[in-house]
Every structure is written in structure tokens, then in C-alpha cells.
């Protein structure tokens, strides 16, 4: 009775598990960046965690009925089987190597950026994302996080020519579709993290460094970055819209933006 | 240990107080951890309560939201489970399961739990202080950790609690070498390393292991304590806060991380060892069979523990590190799988052809294996670096780490108290009382912390106070978050039986045999129970056998405890094998059938 129960219930919990990821209510928001090789890694992965999940599960359902306590039964005794235990090694070494391999060949994708990216400067503080796009010159000037103050708010080193024509934006990430961008990501003041869930992409925004990733917008509309690393009592409300446009679109929205000439005049 | 140590002496307060009694000290600090973290989950409805009805308690605003976030976080990993299964645990089981009359250092014993009260009363002041506990996250990341009025509780608060950790830390210390040392040397006579049962193994490496990773916590804490309070910027580069320039510059936050997860992943392993080795004695013994595969748990557990050391950055794949290091700490991470996977295969193997008997504690042990499946089998995303991108610090890690670390833990922690209950007082728990206990955790568990995987999945960022920017989550979300608040709230209620359980069976409960289980244990064997303050009375118990003889062929019983010898077995032979005896497994001695020690 007990252990039919008990069997019964770890059977129910792996269907309700199974129904409810079947449901597809909870599930990747629909992808919007080149980074199918990330789904296509994190779904090997769940796939195949999930397959353990349901066999050691049924298994021991299984186990818990059918050696139920008997009061004349005796149980075999069997201290090890070294053969058995190398084969259940094998196997998951294998599905190891399965899962690292498609793994790995997707991270070193992910750490190099192409040449010819889009390089745009993303800045963390306590509890908003600001942005800054190279101007005509296709180079973002130089910043120093000691020359940051009221008026020069990324800290933009003036000294250098290739800053004045930085454009900045405080409220929207716009870009580019189709076009490969590389985000050099920067904090004032705490660690954030930059995630834009529907590109799959997150990396942290820590004081002192600049940290990046990369992607192509493959998909024009409006999503969202949030905060992903505890920042303060605003983590919860830190996000910021990302738009994806034509590039005539996005050539006219970053014309009307200030630069650092027109707002950092010493 | 000197003679005088251990006689009866003195009145109340050296007997049950100041005692030096290991096992006055392991009921010490089992109930300690155990108040304090009934604190620590009522912290946790608090949050749960906000998410699933935001807005509708005044008094979670987000300030102390993330007040109570850090502190259920840092009460649960270190005050509750660090101390309660080696400071709990390990102080009743090392002496009692190798034979020894107490710690190899008695005294040390009675000062590590006295030191371990004062990190409690300090960790608890921090809710006394003006501006409260800290609200930096239990990993407490610097600048957040380190700067005034970056996160709640900035002032006092921060400093108590790494105060805390590192008075923590000198408890958890002397505890550790004394557990070590009581291993190595106290074992008594016929008793191996290769004899002992997996709970003395697991709870030996886990000490060995924190006697190793502590010292990063604290040289991180200490250097932390003095960014906060001198103004030193060993994590702390040039910051300019709340439109501020700060007089900081050269530190860099990244150096406290290492530190923080080269002590912090072990920490993970610190828990789950002695869990490990709990769970595996309570299957053996409740299923009425031999470990299976007790070479390869030993070895398993070893080599989680070295591996374990070297995995430490998979928590910094997104942080900023250098991004080549990710290569080396995702194969590093999947391969520790491969030893956690033989020992799930080697409890399944311990449970087929057993006899399994399902009471409470093997009940526990069940759902040890079930959840520890879960949260094992969920780490591998988080580990496989790529996939780690999209659901790192969202509600995935939450689910992963509440399965493994907390509920796996505490299925092995429940059932170890369950277990050896009625050697610890002499009488038995109430039996309904306890599967119930057991029945509403484990399912509630499941309904709290699968649905989080999904939601992970989705990309929805832990530690967030409500959910209300996001604009991509479906609109079923605030039904789901009411019924996980409902699921957490009753595995809560659940948790209060259990406390009722233990209050009412300790002081009325049905009187217990001595070896209620036909455990084959050593502490099962003692002369009275619980067991006299020397454990052994006139003489202590030598061992002729490992510790997992039960279902022995040819033997009367279905075990036979470590202490009896071969040949008082053989008269009671049903069917004595031809010039062999009772066979125990491949061991030298055993093989040979007879008192060889």
C-alpha cells in the first residue's frame, strides 16, 4: 500500500513535471539573435536531463514496488558488480562528451566577435542602462571612470578626437537588424548584468572593466534588457527597451541623438 | 582522553550546558541549527508571500526585501546546513560509528559550539541594528557589499554579518580538526578506513574539505570587513556612486568573487558529502542489503571532493573573468558528474532485490534520490557553459540549488534525525506525524521548485522583488507565483509537525529498543540507550567486519552488526558453506572467514 503509493507518486510527479513544460506556457521567448546554437545547446541539454530525470525516476518507482518489504523475503545480498559500474560509467561519460562537445564549439563562437561588428558602449548604475554609439568615425573615444560627473556622465575622455563625435543615448537601445553588434558593457558604481532574454545573451557590468558580447538582431521589434545581477534595493525595475529596425530607421533615430560635443562641453 | 573527562561528573550545567560530551554537543548545535533555521524559513514565506501577493504586506518593501533574501540565503547554507551535519551530525555519528569514547578533543568540541552560538547571537543582532541586516545577497558581492548606502543595511549590518561569518568560521574550524583527527586516530581496533560506514566517510571528507575552503571565506571576509570599515579598496575600483565620485580606486570586485566560489563550491560538497553518505546508510539499512558498490562510493565521494575544488568559476562564466577560463571550468564541472552519477546508479542498485522496508526515514531516503536526481541532472545546463549564458541568475539557478542543496539535503538531514532518534533519546518519533512531514515536503518541494526551471527557461532574473517590468512573461505568472507561495507555505506548516513531532516523542514517546532498525552499525551496539557518556561502558566494541553485512547468506539474521565475530556467527550457521563460513564481500580478513583483524 505504502510503497504502491509511493511509486504512484513519483509517477505523478514526473508526468506533472513532463505536462507542465509541455504546456509551453513557461518557455524561450521567441528567439530574436543568431544564437540558435545556444538554444540548440541548452536544448540538447534538457533534453537529455530530462530523459535522466523520467528513466532514474520511473526506476526507482519501480524499485520501491517491486521490492516492497515482505516478511518472508530476504533481500540478494550483492555487494558490487565492477563490470556494471564501468558500463554505467561509459554511458555517462558519453553523454558528457555529447553534451560538452556542441557545447563548447558554441562558446568559442559566442567569445569572438567578427571584425566588422557594430561596437556600441553600454553603461550599468544604479538603476538604468545608458548607451554610447561611435560617431561618423566609426571609433568610440576613450572614457576613464575618474572624469565621470553631472555633465560628462560616461566619463568620456575630451582629449581624445575620436570621443567629441560619440553619440548617447539614455533611455533605448536601438539597432541595426541583420548587422553584427559587439556591446563593451561598463558600470559606475555595482555589478549589473546586461540580459536581453530574447537574444540569449547576458554578461555582467562590473566597475572597473569592460566586459562584452555579441550577436546579430535577426529580428525587427521591440524587446526588452533587464538587470540580472542584484544591484540594490531598483534590480527589479532596472531595464531598458531595445528596438530593432531597418538601418535607414536606425541611421535617422541615432541622427537626432545628442553627441558628447554637443552635451560635455568642458 | 583522560579517565577523569569522563566521569560523571559535576551537576546539571556540566552535563547538559557546558558539556564536553560529544553527543550533548551534537544535540547542541542540531537544535541551534534547527531554531535558527525555522527563522530563516519563516524569512522565506515573508518573500514568498511578496511574489505571490505583491504589494499586499506592508512590510516587505524592496529594502527589506533583500534584507530577508540575504539573510534566509546565509542562514540556510551555512548556519543551518553546514552546522547541522558537522557539527550536528558529525559530533553524534564519528565517535559513535568508529568506537571511540568521544572527539579526540573534548574540550575543543565544547568550544567550537560556543563559538558557533556567538556567530548565531552576532548573525541575529543584524536585525537590532539601525539600518538592519545587510541586503547585498548572500554572496555578497562587493562594491554592492562594500560601499555605504549601495545596499540596504550598508552600515552595521554588513559588518555583523561578516563578523558572523568569520567567528563562523574559528567554530567551524575547530570542528573540522577535530573531526579529522578523531577519524585518523580514534578508531577503534578492527576498525579500517575501508569498514567505516559512508556517514563517518562523508562527514571526514566534508571536514577535510572545509578545513580547506573556509580559509578563503575568511581572508575574503576579513578583506571585505576592512573595505567597509577602514577604506581599503581591495575589490573596490574607482566607483562613482549615487552621482558620486568616492575616494576608492585600484580594487577590483572580481578577486573577491574567486575567493568567495573557491570557498563557496566547495561549500556546495561541504553539505552534500555528509548528506550523501547519510542518505546511503539509511537505503543500505532500510533496504536490508549491502551498499552497492562501497569501493566506488568512497572512491566517488574523494573524487568529488578533489574535483570539487577546481570548479569554482562556473559560477563566474557571465561575471567578466576572462572568457578562455570557461573552457577549462565547463569540462571541469560536467566531469564531476560522472562520480555523483555512480553513486544515484549505486543507491538504485542498493534498492534492487533489497527488501525495502518503507518507514520514515527510508521514506527520506526516496526522496533523497528523486531530488537529488532533479537537482543534480539541472546543474549540468548550468555548467555546460553556453547554456549557462542565457540562464544564469535567472529563476533556473534558484530551482537548481533549493533542490540540491537545500531540499536533497534536508530529505537526508530529516531522515538522519528520524534514523537515529531513538538512539539519541531513547525513544521513538510518532510515526503518522512523520510521514505526513514527509509526504507534504516532498511533493510540496517538487510544486515549488519545478515550476521556477520554466521560468528560468523563460529568462525571468532572480532576486527581484516583483515581477511587474518584465514584459515578457505570460499572464498565468501571478497564478503560478500564488501557487508556489501556497506550496511554500504548507511544506512551511509541515516543518512546525516535525518540530512537534521531536518535542512531544523526545519527552513521550514509546520507549525504543536499543537497535530498533537491525542497524549493523557500531552505535547501534552500545550498552544502554542512548548510549552511557563513555558510549562503551567497561570495554570498547572491536570490529570484525565492514559495515554492510546485512542479508548475508547463510546467516540467522538479516544483519550482523560490525562487532560480532565470525566465529560466534558459525554456531548460529542455517547452512554452513563448505570450509567457507558466513561470507562478508571481498575484503581482507572477511574473505578468510575468521577473527582476523
Given amino acids: ?266 | 582522553m583522560s579517565e577523569k573527562t569522563h566521569r560523571e561528573h559535576g551537576g546539571f550545567w556540566s552535563r547538559y550546558i557546558f558539556s564536553q560530551d560529544h553527543k550533548v554537543i551534537a544535540v547542541q548545535y542540531t537544535i541551534t541549527a534547527l531554531l535558527i533555521g525555522l527563522f530563516g524559513l519563516v524569512l522565506s514565506w515573508l518573500l514568498r508571500l511578496q511574489l505571490g501577493f505583491p504589494g499586499s504586506f506592508q512590510f516587505v518593501n524592496p529594502g527589506s526585501y533583500y534584507q530577508m533574501l540575504t539573510q534566509h540565503g546565509m542562514i540556510m547554507i551555512v548556519y543551518l546546513l553546514t552546522a547541522i551535519l558537522l557539527g550536528g551530525f558529525g559530533n553524534y555519528l564519528i565517535p559513535l560509528m568508529i568506537g571511540a569514547r568521544d572527539m579526540a578533543f573534548p574540550f575543543l568540541n565544547m568550544l567550537s559550539y560556543w563559538v558557533y552560538l556567538l556567530s548565531v547571537i552576532v548573525l541575529m543582532a543584524a536585525f537590532l541594528v539601525p539600518g538592519g541586516p545587510t541586503g547585498a545577497g548572500w554572496t555578497l558581492y562587493p562594491p554592492l557589499s562594500a560601499l555605504p548606502n549601495a545596499a540596504p543595511g550598508s552600515g552595521w549590518g554588513i559588518k555583523l554579518m561578516l563578523v558572523s561569518l568569520v567567528i563562523f568560521i574559528a567554530a567551524a574550524t575547530m570542528g573540522g580538526l577535530n573531526y579529522v583527527t578523531t577519524v585518523l586516530q580514534c578508531r577503534t581496533k578492527g576498525m579500517t578506513l575501508m569498514r567505516m560506514p559512508l556517514s563517518v566517510w562523508g562527514i571526514f571528507i566534508a571536514s577535510v574539505m572545509a578545513l580547506f575552503a573556509f580559509p578563503a571565506l575568511f581572508v575574503g571576509g576579513v578583506m571585505l570587513l576592512f573595505d567597509n570599515l577602514l577604506g581599503t579598496s581591495f575589490f573596490i575600483p574607482a566607483v562613482t556612486l549615487l552621482g558620486q565620485q568616492l575616494p576608492r580606486e585600484g580594487g577590483n570586485p572580481l578577486l573577491f568573487q574567486h575567493l568567495f566560489w573557491y570557498f563557496g563550491h566547495p561549500e556546495v560538497y561541504i553539505v552534500i558529502l555528509p548528506a550523501m553518505g547519510i542518505a546511503s546508510d539509511l537505503i543500505s539499512t532500510h533496504s536490508r542489503k549491502p551498499i552497492f558498490g562501497y569501493n566506488a562510493m568512497v572512491i566517488a565521494m574523494a573524487a568529488i571532493a578533489f574535483i570539487g575544488f577546481i570548479v569554482w568559476a562556473h559560477h563566474m562564466f557571465v561575471s567578466g573573468m576572462n572568457p578562455y577560463f570557461g573552457f577549462f571550468f565547463a569540462v571541469s564541472t560536467l566531469i564531476i558528474a560522472i562520480p555523483s552519477a555512480v553513486k544515484v546508479y549505486n543507491w538504485l542498485l542498493t534498492l534492487w532485490r533489497g527488501n525495502i522496508r518503507l518507514n520514515v526515514p527510508m521514506l527520506f531516503g526516496i526522496g533523497w534520490i528523486s531530488t537529488f536526481i532533479i537537482g543534480g541532472l539541472t546543474g549540468l545546463p548550468l555548467g555546460n557553459v553556453i547554456a549557462d549564458v542565457p540562464l544564469h541568475d535567472t529563476y533556473f539557478v534558484v530551482g537548481h540549488f533549493h533542490l540540491v542543496m537545500g531540499v536533497a539535503a534536508l530529505m537526508a538531514i530529516f531522515g538522519g534525525i528520524y534514523h537515529w532518534f531513538p538512539k539519541v533519546t531513547g525513544r521513538m518519533f510518532h510515526e503518522t506525524l512523520g510521514k505526513l512531514h514527509f509526504w507534504v515536503t516532498f511533493v510540496g518541494a517538487y510544486a515549488i521548485f519545478f515550476p521556477m526551471f520554466l521560468m528560468g527557461i523563460l529568462g525571468v532574473p532572480r532576486r527581484y522583488f516583483d515581477f511587474n517590468v518584465l514584459q515578457y512573461l505570460p499572464p498565468q505568472t501571478s497564478a503560478l507565483n500564488i501557487a508556489i507561495t501556497v506550496a511554500a507555505l504548507t511544506v512551511g506548516a509541515a516543518q512546525l509537525i516535525f518540530l512537534g513531532n521531536l518535542i512531544w516523542s523526545a519527552l513521550k514517546g514509546k520507549r525504543a529498543e536499543a537497535n530498533p532498525w537491525g542497524a549493523t552499525t557500531l552505535e547501534w551496539q552500545t550498552p544502554t540507550t542512548p548510549p552511557p557518556h563513555d558510549n562503551w561502558g567497561a570495554e570498547i566494541p572491536t570490529v570484525y567486519r565492514w559495515a554492510y553485512d546485512y542479508s548475508v547468506p547463510g546467516a540467522e539474521r538479516d544483519f550482523i552488526p560490525q562487532n560480532v565475530p565470525q566465529a560466534s556467527l558459525d554456531v548460529h550457521l542455517r547452512q554452513p558453506a563448505a570450509g567457507e563460513g558466513v561470507r562478508s564481500r571481498r575484503e581482507p580478513g572477511a574473505n578468510l572467514g575468521g577473527d582476523k583483524i
Fill in chain 1, 1 to 266: 500500500m505504502q510503497a504502491a503509493l509511493t511509486s504512484v507518486v513519483l509517477v505523478v510527479i514526473v508526468l506533472g513535471a513532463l505536462i507542465l513544460a509541455a504546456s509551453g506556457i513557461w518557455w524561450f521567448t521567441p528567439l530574436a539573435s543568431n544564437w540558435n546554437e545556444i538554444d540548440g545547446a541548452l536544448l540538447l541539454t534538457l533534453a537529455v536531463i530530462g530523459l535522466a530525470f523520467v528513466v532514474l525516476n520511473i526506476v526507482l518507482a519501480y524499485l520501491v514496488l517491486r521490492y516492497r518489504y515482505r516478511e518472508q523475503s530476504r533481500a540478494h545480498f550483492l555487494p558490487d558488480n565492477p563490470k556494471l559500474e564501468k558500463i554505467l560509467i561509459g554511458i555517462t561519460a558519453l553523454g558528457i562528451v555529447i553534451l560538452l562537445a556542441p557545447g563548447l564549439l558554441a562558446y568559442s563562437r559566442f567569445i569572438s566577435p567578427p571584425r566588422d561588428a557594430l561596437t556600441i558602449e553600454v553603461l550599468g548604475e544604479q538603476w538604468r542602462w545608458s548607451y554610447r554609439y561611435p560617431g561618423p568615425d566609426g571609433k568610440l573615444g576613450r572614457a576613464n571612470p575618474k572624469l565621470i560627473s553631472p555633465k560628462n556622465p560616461f566619463g568620456v575622455d575630451l582629449t581624445d578626437p575620436a570621443a567629441l563625435d560619440d553619440i548617447l543615448s539614455y533611455t533605448e537601445l536601438h539597432l541595426p537588424v541583420g548587422r553584427p553588434v559587439v556591446l563593451h558593457i561598463r558600470s559606475k558604481d555595482v555589478i549589473h548584468s546586461f540580459f536581453i532574454p530574447s537574444f540569449r545573451a547576458k554578461m555582467d557590468a562590473v566597475p572597473g572593466m569592460v566586459t562584452h558580447y555579441w550577436f546579430i538582431p535577426t529580428v525587427m521589434g521591440r524587446f526588452q534588457a533587464v538587470c540580472a545581477e542584484l544591484c540594490g534595493i531598483g534590480h527589479h525595475r532596472m531595464q531598458s527597451p531595445v528596438l530593432v529596425e531597418r538601418v535607414e530607421d536606425f541611421q535617422q533615430w541615432l541622427a537626432k541623438q545628442p553627441t558628447v560635443a554637443a552635451t560635455v562641453k568642458p
